[in-house]
């Protein structure tokens, strides 16, 4: 007989206090969390552009579903697993920023339209664009797409104005693609300085209108990156922005970008000391299969929340090891918040998240597109 995985449940008790949590976990502050989000769609509100927020974030429907509530226009995924994932939150509009090429694909895709006002996918380039052609072609699909363009991270997306109007001539060429607009994830502006970061983003919204006026045609312009989105939302001809690590926060945001102010991250991981080996270092029961192996350039894994002098530098996979001028300060059995260097792999690394208002642990959250990555 096959083995068949049990259905999990997500109707949790709660704790009232987070010293009540056997850990590692993860701990979403609501309210940081929807202020995030206010403040995000206020912002894209008031340029008049559609918010598109990207879910690889927080993968979860409660999340998404207050995005949508609160304004957004649509949701960005980057697999077909997550927008499966998130339809249960009412989802309208999706977006898929990647390129998809496997037939086996295609019942799905064809599946997820049939649920949706509008599927959009993304076109990356020459040699992507025949094979979605004919994922969409096996399932009688024709669908929107936005045409990537490399703005310098040098990931998907055309090179050079030249590459992007032989692009825009084959989709427009098919009958199962319709070029909507133009995307790109301008994700090499948080390798940059902070105060580089308005001429970098002018730069790639300038290379944005080039393509734009190149291809020709009334295209939308989609950038999409958290620590550029206040600025890209800002200029005239951009339709909308996707962004996604602005619904939490992390350390790139806080220190690297400078996008969000300490006390704006809602995100952060709950761990216990369980040893101090010797002295200027103890040990946590969170390591790299909490955390991943993200850093920041200064080479944090995460930092204490409260804001002692205290690192997780380095980790091994069950072992978070501390430094820092407060470590010897520590107690083992001690719990301790952090707030990591980089929020959404540790969002895919959890099943759930506590909910919490203040120090009161109110509610459970499952992480839906957990390990969505097909």
Not at 325 to 346: N, Q, T, W, Y
């Amino acid at each position: 007989m096959p083995i068949t995985a049990p259905t999990i449940e997500y109707a949790f008790p709660v704790s009232s206090s987070m010293e009540a949590l056997a850990t590692p976990c993860v701990l979403i502050d609501e309210e940081r969390t929807k202020n995030n989000i206010q403040r995000m769609q206020s912002l894209c509100s008031g340029h008049g552009v559609d918010l598109r927020p990207h879910i690889k974030t927080h993968k979860m429907v409660t999340v998404a579903r207050m995005q949508l509530e609160t304004g957004a226009a649509g949701l960005t995924c980057a697999k077909i697993g997550e927008a499966e994932a998130l339809l249960p939150s009412g989802v309208r509009e999706i977006f898929i920023a990647y390129s998809i090429v496997d037939p086996l694909q295609a019942p799905r895709l064809r599946a997820l339209a049939g649920e949706l006002d509008e599927l959009v996918l993304g076109c990356t380039s020459l040699a992507q664009a025949p094979a979605l052609e004919a994922v969409l072609t096996s399932v009688g699909l024709a669908v929107p797409v936005m045409m990537a363009v490399d703005t310098g991270l040098h990931r998907e997306g055309t090179r050079n104005v030249e590459e992007s109007c032989a692009l825009a001539v084959r989709i427009r060429a098919s009958d199962s693609m319709k070029l909507k607009g133009i995307y790109t994830h301008e994700g090499h502006t948080n390798r940059r300085p902070p105060e580089e970061k308005e001429a970098m983003a002018r730069s790639v919204y300038e290379q944005l209108l080039e393509v734009r006026k190149a291809v020709g045609g009334e295209l939308e312009i989609w950038p999409g990156c958290s620590g550029t989105a206040a600025i890209m939302a800002a200029f005239p001809g951009v339709d909308a922005v996707r962004p996604g690590t602005y619904v939490f926060g992390d350390l790139s945001q806080t220190h690297s970008v400078k996008t969000m102010a300490w006390e704006q991250v809602s995100m952060t991981v709950l761990a216990t000391v369980v040893d101090k080996p010797e002295p200027g270092l103890a040990l946590i029961d969170a390591g790299s299969k909490v955390f991943s192996s993200d850093k920041t350039p200064q080479g944090a894994t995460a930092l204490a929340a409260d804001q002692r002098r205290i690192t997780v530098s380095g980790y091994s996979e069950e072992h978070g090891f501390l430094t820092g001028e407060d470590v010897d300060s520590l107690r083992v059995g001690e719990k301790l918040r952090f707030i990591a260097a980089h929020v959404c792999p540790v969002m895919n690394l959890t099943d759930e998240v506590h909910v919490i208002h203040g120090e009161s642990v109110s509610d459970r959250w499952a992480v839906e597109a957990r390990g969505c990555v097909r």
